[in-house]
């Protein structure tokens, strides 16, 4: 308890601190979790959103003097396919491979075009017997056609090198990213 403390209080000043950015950069937060308590996976599916850019915090002069363009001076570019990806089920490997991770995940498209290419990337993580983390292996694979307002089940056997993974030791995977 005793060693918790001064973390603590570093990652709260730390937090603090990194809201004081000035309007040059980004501002962002970076944090960490004490490795004894391990990591927190989500619960469902992960969707990324990008932010809007922030304004900036002093507005020049000539900003300020001329007029906004009009909407109809700048061309928008059409939207592109929007993939969600659902919750990730993991299985053991039907055929005992202890290397291998039977990997299934929904894939909608809730664009207005349909999505014909793609990639999909695991991170294949390695524990030992002690359930300490060892290696992350990552891989990818090419994402299924999915069309408008549709879904689809992919299923995958994801493996690591037989030679990584030792008697005693098992393979855990998760989703990384998928782009279409």
Same mark, same amino acid.
């Given at each position: 308890?005793?060693?918790?403390?001064?973390?603590?209080?570093?990652?709260?000043?730390?937090?603090?601190?990194?809201?004081?950015?000035?309007?040059?950069?980004?501002?962002?937060?970076?944090?960490?979790?004490?490795?004894?308590?391990?990591?927190?996976?989500?619960?469902?599916?992960?969707?990324?959103?990008?932010?809007?850019? !922030? =304004?900036? $915090? @002093? *507005? &020049? %002069? /000539?900003?300020?003097? !001329? =007029?906004? $363009? @009009? *909407? &109809? %001076? /700048?061309?928008?570019? !059409? =939207?592109?396919?929007?993939?969600?990806?659902?919750?990730?089920?993991?299985?053991?490997?039907?055929?005992?491979?202890?290397?291998?991770?039977?990997?299934?995940?929904?894939?909608?498209?809730?664009?207005?075009?349909?999505?014909?290419?793609?990639?999909?990337?695991?991170?294949?993580?390695?524990?030992?017997?002690?359930?300490?983390?060892?290696?992350?292996?990552?891989?990818?694979?090419?994402?299924?056609?999915?069309?408008?307002?549709?879904?689809?089940?992919?299923?995958?056997?994801?493996?690591?090198?037989?030679?990584?993974?030792?008697?005693?030791?098992?393979?855990?995977?998760?989703?990384?990213?998928?782009?279409?």
């Amino acid at each position: 308890m005793r060693r918790k403390a001064p973390v603590f209080a570093i990652s709260v000043l730390a937090a603090l601190l990194s809201g004081c950015a000035g309007s040059d950069r980004d501002p962002y937060v970076a944090t960490a979790a004490d490795p004894a308590e391990g990591t927190i996976p989500p619960l469902g599916g992960v969707e990324l959103i990008p932010l809007p850019p !922030s =304004p900036s $915090a @002093s *507005p &020049s %002069a /000539s900003s300020l003097a !001329s =007029p906004p $363009a @009009s *909407p &109809s %001076a /700048s061309p928008s570019p !059409s =939207p592109g396919p929007a993939l969600r990806v659902g919750p990730l089920h993991r299985a053991p490997d039907p055929a005992g491979r202890r290397w291998c991770d039977k990997v299934t995940l929904t894939f909608t498209n809730t664009g207005p075009r349909p999505i014909t290419t793609g990639t999909v990337t695991f991170a294949t993580h390695v524990f030992d017997a002690t359930g300490a983390e060892r290696a992350t292996l990552p891989s990818s694979s090419a994402l299924p056609a999915i069309g408008v307002g549709r879904w689809v089940e992919g299923a995958w056997s994801v493996c690591a090198d037989e030679g990584r993974v030792g008697v005693g030791m098992r393979v855990e995977t998760r989703v990384v990213s998928a782009t279409p």
